[in-house]
């Protein structure tokens, strides 16, 4: 694999690239979007053909690393065809975060088309509170898509789950039975600013991971590792399971230092960094004449200059970002 071309003016290297393939979701989690959403029209999303390129320039790069995100990426018509061809890349790791409720019918069509990793959000295992929680999504089809995700051998899967004071905090003992008894790895995230949400208070839900650790240390022993993704996250393992848990903390924990990755959004926005409005322009590079692949790389590597030392999230609950997670890529 090629080293990574990318580095930043803080000596950061990229190597690992967040796509999101639609704004679109068929759940509407309270954290992550208004009850009413308006989508993007079509003509302003990247094509699976403009996405694919993206993904093979930044291969090119030395990317080593691409998640598919969204939205929710199962919801995108002919979503195999761009995981199949984003899978002859040769990938050290190819990943997606989905909210499982298509997992059911494609898993394993997702595993036999190349990806290697996912990751499924579940926040609750109560079926009521879930379906507060997504207003629209069904508990039983996400535990079925858990299973199926399972069945189909991928080689890693992890649950993601979003702490809310008051809301699921009391079910994170059940979260890590439940992950321990499938034998899946789960990392609890603290709610991120991201989009003016009128009907939501962000600082009034904010359940800090030190707060969520001393949960789970009051059932489990947490034994830290030194185990580094180059992201947010940091891990602890159990004496008596196998089990990761991880903690993602852009509140109480600042990770800027370490960060190794951009996102590009589905309208083609580079975002050099998840906390900031840095960002260029890929999709007017792909559009325009004529297009080619020098100057879509060199525009990428010229992107490196942008990339902000660290972000400013605060934790009382005022917005300083005004894209939504189902813009951004979460
Ligand atoms: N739809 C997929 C899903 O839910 O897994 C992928 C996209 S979703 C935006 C990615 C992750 O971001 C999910 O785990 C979700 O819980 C998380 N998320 C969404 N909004 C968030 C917020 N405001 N703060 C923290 N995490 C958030
Ligand atoms: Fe959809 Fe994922 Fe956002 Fe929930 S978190 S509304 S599943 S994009």
Redesign the pocket.
Known sequence: MAMSKLTDRFGRTVNYVRLSVTDR?D?R?V??MAEEMTFLPRQQVLTLEEIARVAKTFVSLGTEKIRL?????LVRKDILELVREIGTYGLRDFAM???GSQLPAMAEKLREAGLKRL???L?SLDAQKFASITRTGKLSQVLDGIDAARDAGFEGIKL?T?VMKGGNDHEVPDLIEFARKKNVNITF??????GEISERDRGQALCTSDEVRDIVGQHHELIPTAEDSGGPARYYRMSDSPIKVGFISPHSHNFCSTCNRVRVTVEGRLLLCLGNEHSVDLRRVLRGHPVTDDKLRQTIIDSMDLKPERHHFSSNGDVQILRF??MT??
């Not at 995100?69 to 990426?73: D, H, I, K, L, V």
């Open positions: 979701c759940f989690c954290y992550c995100t969204g939205g929710e990426p975060t989905t909210n990751n499924i959000s926040d993601n979003v995230i603290e709610e991120m600013p991201l997670m189902n890529g979460g």
